[in-house]
């Protein structure tokens, strides 16, 4: 168990710290979107508001690879991770199932420090 809550936060962090660069570095080429899912991209973009999320990612990402604060990166990552599954429930279907698999390593990470967390899993 200890090695698979290792490979979770390592994969999940790498994904963030990747994925919050390309929103300053631009290495991963995006394509044209269009519809309302275009729309709602084009105004976080225009807006500036994609750089504190992509920021939020970066952060949270690093902390889940150093492992020192994984509970804070999750905590940070928690509404990002929550955007993105709203994102493509309701927008762009396409990416779900990494949504869905990015959802579940991120639960995994919370139950496995859910000793961390101890008012939210009280009733």
């Given amino acids: ?4 809550i290792i490979i979770v ?5 790498l ?3 990747v994925f919050g660069s390309n929103a300053f570095l631009h290495f991963i080429p995006m394509p044209p979107m ?6 709602f991209i084009g105004a976080l973009i225009t807006s500036g508001y994609i750089y ?3 920021i939020l990612q970066v952060v949270g990402g690093l902390l889940l690879l150093i492992g020192c604060f994984v509970p804070l990166g ?3 990552l928690g509404p ?4 993105i599954m709203l994102y493509h429930i309701l927008l762009d279907q396409n990416g779900l199932p990494m949504a869905c698999v990015i959802s579940v390593l991120a639960l995994f ?11 939210i899993f009280q009733p």
């Avoid at 936060?9 to 962090?13: A, I, Q, S």
């Avoid at 269009?34 to 729309?39: L, N, T």
């Fill in 74 to 76: 999750l905590t940070l």
């Fill in 52 to 54: 504190p999320i992509a």
């Fill in 109 to 119: 990470l919370l139950w496995a420090h859910r000793d961390r967390f101890p008012a």
């Fill in 9 to 13: 936060r390592l994969l999940l962090g």
């Fill in 1 to 4: 168990m200890k090695y698979a």
């Fill in 80 to 83: 990002v991770i929550a955007n």
């Fill in 15 to 17: 994904v963030f710290v």
């Fill in 34 to 39: 269009q519809g309302q899912a275009g729309a």
